[in-house]
């Protein structure tokens, strides 16, 4: 269930999919095509700042309370399928500024894209609430939309070159 990244970077990073679930980054994958996906970090800003208030809220209250989701949002979670913006990850890697190609290993080969496709590319981590196990742990999506019906499938590592 995890991804390296490697190859030309400052800091090779394995990526663990299914923590993400709990990631206030997450997409729903039905908004990740859509202009949804754009505009939600002004979403996502009002999401935190209302998560920020209310455990500010429960640490002046007695007895605290000691859950970071409502039951709602568990339940959404659990029913939804989601996709995961992969660019943050990228960046924290700190690519080479040579680097202009990216190697996939998957199960079934090798695969090459840019490294322009992949920092606007999303990784389906995700469906109905359950870890991809069906070729996974991700499935690459292109952010066009373009391999939507047909995924790059079974990625366990990506080497920069």
């Known amino acids: 269930m995890i991804i390296q990244l490697s190859g030309k970077v400052k800091f090779p990073i394995t990526l663990d999919a299914s923590v ?44 605290p309370v000691n859950k970071s989701i409502n039951k709602f949002e568990r339940e959404q979670i659990l029913k939804n399928t989601y996709v995961m913006p992969i660019n943050d990850f990228i ?47 991700v499935h690459l999506y292109f952010g066009d939309g373009s391999n939507k019906d047909n995924p790059i499938t079974g990625i366990n590592k990506i080497t920069f070159n």
């Open 20 to 63: 993400w679930i709990f990631d206030d980054r997450k997409i729903l994958f039905e908004d990740a095509f859509s202009n949804k996906a754009k505009e939600e970090p002004v979403d996502e800003l009002r999401k935190t700042a209302e998560r920020f208030d209310m455990e500010v809220y429960r640490q002046k209250s007695k007895p």
């Open 91 to 137: 960046n924290n890697a700190e690519v080479d500024s040579n680097a202009t190609n990216v190697t996939l290993t998957t199960q079934n080969g090798l695969v090459d894209i840019s490294l322009d496709e992949l920092l606007a590319s999303y990784f389906l981590f995700s469906v109905d609430g359950k870890p991809v196990k069906e070729e996974g742990p």
